[in-house]
């Protein structure tokens, strides 16, 4: 369901792979009401590493997936994803976090020591009879021992501060299965954020999600910027991405464009962008 993996190489410029494990989740389309501001600290300076793909190749079968992908996230910067489904944004990440074989190079620029790296994924769907609270979901994703033990000390603290910053302090006893989709949205994006990642990989986190939990999404994007996390964000909403990001790139099987919002998201390029069947960028 998620992934996070501290980077050991002693290389600052290290591949990214095999190591990295992720299985994506299905889609919620539930909301949650919460609207509880968050009254957690300020999240620590951190320095985020810069993020290479260079001509990723991704082939199944016979059919192009990824083509000569090339593009740059920048140090600290939020950097959206965007295109059509189906073409390719999902794969990419897959790619990036070893779930997928591929052609070309991916790598991390880390300006110290390599660091963490956090997973969103869209959603989760949980029986609503399964015995599992917040914070036993917590447990299991945040710490190795097992979670019918409960939170260990070690964690507690920013497992407790991780929820207060999504919202959800008040409903850790709360099933998993009880919540609606955008409370369980937001617990996702709390345990995306321990252990304290320097690369931040964001899967349609929004998709889940209703008014209130948007803009906490909103402030957390906030928070990742001025603290100098580096994020890879796939989005649809184009209005937010306009609003939020600091570059775009506008994924169909091939990059068509890698801009800033405004230069990215003209109709030119968008039209380009959404066509069945990928043309060259405007």
């Known amino acids: 369901m998620t992934a996070k993996e501290s980077i050991s190489s002693n290389n600052p410029e290290s591949p990214v792979g095999a190591g990295l494990l992720a299985n994506a989740v299905d889609q919620s389309t ?9 009254r957690a600290s300020p999240l620590p300076q951190v320095f985020g590493p ?42 990419l990440i897959k790619t990036l976090l070893g779930q997928m074989p591929h052609q070309g190079r991916l790598s991390l620029q880390w300006p110290g020591t390599p660091g963490t790296i956090g997973y969103v994924p869209q959603a989760l769907e949980f029986d609503r009879g399964l015995p ?17 033990l409960g939170l260990s000390k070690h964690y507690a603290a920013a497992i407790g501060e991780a929820l207060e910053r999504v919202g959800m302090q008040d409903k850790r006893k709360r099933r998993m299965g009880a919540l609606s989709g955008g409370e369980r949205q937001r617990v996702l994006l709390a345990q995306g954020l321990i252990p304290a990642p320097q690369l931040l990989v964001l899967d349609e986190p929004m998709s889940a999600l209703d008014e209130a939990g948007i803009q906490v999404f ?32 506008g994924l169909n099987r091939r990059v068509l464009f890698d801009a800033t919002p405004q ?13 069945t069947h990928p043309r060259s960028a405007v």
């Open 50 to 91: 810069t993020l290479d793909f260079a001509q990723v190749c991704l082939t199944l079968g016979r059919t192009t997936i990824l083509d000569q992908v090339t593009f740059q996230v920048q140090p600290g910067s939020i950097h959206a994803l965007v295109g059509p489904n189906g073409g390719g944004k999902s794969s």
């Open 218 to 249: 909103e402030r957390l994007l906030g928070d990742w910027r001025q603290s100098g996390i580096t994020v890879l964000w796939i989005e649809h909403d184009l209005e937010a991405v306009g609003r939020l990001a600091d570059r775009v790139t």
């Open 132 to 148: 599992m609270t917040v914070d036993d979901f917590m447990a299991a994703m945040c710490q190795r021992r097992p979670a019918f």
């Open 30 to 38: 539930l909301m949650s009401t919460d609207t509880t501001p968050s």
């Open 263 to 275: 230069q990215a998201l003209t109709p030119e390029r968008l039209l380009t962008l959404f066509s």
